[in-house]
């Protein structure tokens, strides 16, 4: 059974950082990407950044591009998302999902390319 659990939430100060883990198991995730996307109150769900597990690329949304940084532990079978100079607009919930076996390592944008979703957590950034 694939699971994922999010974990590193919480609320921060504009300007500040945290460190968001997501911890996977049930695959065999070196064939897939693992991507993170958030949903802030009233607003679609959005794609954040997603990496490659065998090779470690990645790519950002725009949005997060500079403050965000994605990195692998294959020995812990998690992924975790830096995120730095947090501003007020980054508030949401965000999730961690495994892409399907349609789309394994490709890098999708879209949250139909994924199959298992984590619980989410929730980031706050004040003013």
């Known amino acids: 059974q694939v699971q994922l659990v999010e974990s590193g939430g919480g609320l921060v100060q504009a300007g500040g950082s945290l460190r968001l883990s997501c911890a996977a198991s049930g695959r065999t995730f070196n064939s897939y990407a693992i991507g993170w996307f958030r949903q802030a109150p009233g607003k679609e769900r959005e794609f954040v950044a997603v990496?490659?597990?065998?090779?470690?690329?990645?790519y950002y949304a725009d949005s997060v591009k500079g403050r965000f940084t994605l990195s692998r532990d294959n020995a812990k079978n998690t992924v975790y998302l830096q995120m730095n100079s947090l501003k007020p607009e980054d508030t949401a919930v965000y999730y961690c999902?495994?892409?399907?076996?349609?789309?394994?390592?490709?890098?999708?944008?879209?949250?139909?390319?994924?199959?298992?979703w984590g619980q989410g957590t929730q980031v706050t950034v004040s003013s």
């Open positions: 990496i490659r597990w065998n090779d470690g690329s990645t």
């Open positions: 999902a495994t892409s399907s076996p349609k789309w394994r390592d490709i890098l999708s944008l879209r949250p139909t390319g994924y199959d298992y």
